[in-house]
């Protein structure tokens, strides 16, 4: 007789760093009436699928703002080097979750459907341990900006590598490159599931060289030899980095109420 799999445990944490160089404080920003790891918070916790949800807090300030909206906080070691680091401190105390998402805190608009689709990816594939996302690139201006994240990857949805360069690079430039379809050029999406074992292993592991150069964690897991699955999505969650950015959450946020 054959039997169901049970559905495996899935739990996101939400990485919550007070300080911010571009933005400073930016999480506990508030002029929607909500910070924004209030928005990103509620945000994420539409998901279907979801055991648990916590934020992992670099310090009291930020712990104390979570609890204050109701929300579960683990306080973690304000000296980690990344934010996979400070999710994986909280997944170490989670023997019954099989699958952890990574949301970004600062991603007041992430979308439920992204975060069920990131999970769907390491349930339909079991051999695999880490998926992402992206998102096709149509402009120039985003494709040339190093804050823009790159990422190639193979027919089987496999990462080839990231970068903040232009990847691929064509030798010769012809606009018409960037309506193509397939696209050419795709955007990174930082939102990532791990299972959990695999998660505690990558954390152990050295900062390579190229993560250093490009500044960018997710290359430590390529560097190790291990496989990344990408699934696109047609429009990419909006990231907070700069006062820009804020302003333009609050607009939409405003022509929305």
Avoid at 58 to 67: L, N, P
């Amino acid at each position: 007789m054959s039997t169901v799999a049970p559905r495996p445990r899935v739990a996101i944490v939400i990485p919550a760093r007070l300080h911010s160089t571009r933005l400073p404080q930016k999480l506990l920003l508030r002029e929607t009436g909500k910070s924004i790891l209030q928005h990103t918070y509620e945000a994420a916790s539409q998901a279907a699928g979801i055991d648990r949800i916590c934020v992992a807090a670099d310090g009291e300030e930020i712990a104390a703002e979570v609890r204050s909206f109701g929300g579960n906080v683990v306080l973690t070691d304000p000296n980690h080097a990344s934010g996979s680091d400070r999710v994986a401190e909280v997944a170490r105390g989670w023997n019954d979750i099989d699958i952890i998402v990574n949301v970004q805190g600062d991603e007041p608009e992430i979308s439920a459907a992204a975060i069920e689709q990131v999970v769907g990816l390491l349930v339909q594939n079991p051999a695999a341990v880490m998926s992402t996302l992206s998102t096709p690139i149509r402009t120039k201006e985003k494709l040339n900006d190093p804050s823009c994240v790159k990422v190639v990857f193979d027919e089987a949805q496999r990462a080839m590598y990231f970068s903040r360069s232009v990847i691929p690079h064509p030798r010769s430039w012809n606009d018409e490159l960037l309506a193509a379809e397939p696209a050419h050029f795709h955007q990174h999406i930082g939102l990532y599931a791990y299972r959990r074992d695999f998660l505690l292993q990558i954390a152990t592991l050295p900062r390579p060289a190229i993560e250093q150069l490009e500044s960018l964690e997710q290359l430590r897991v390529l560097h190790a030899g291990q496989t990344i699955l990408v699934g696109s999505i047609a429009e990419p969650s909006i990231g907070i980095d700069t006062p820009a950015d804020y302003r333009e959450f609050v607009a939409r946020h405003s022509s929305l109420t």
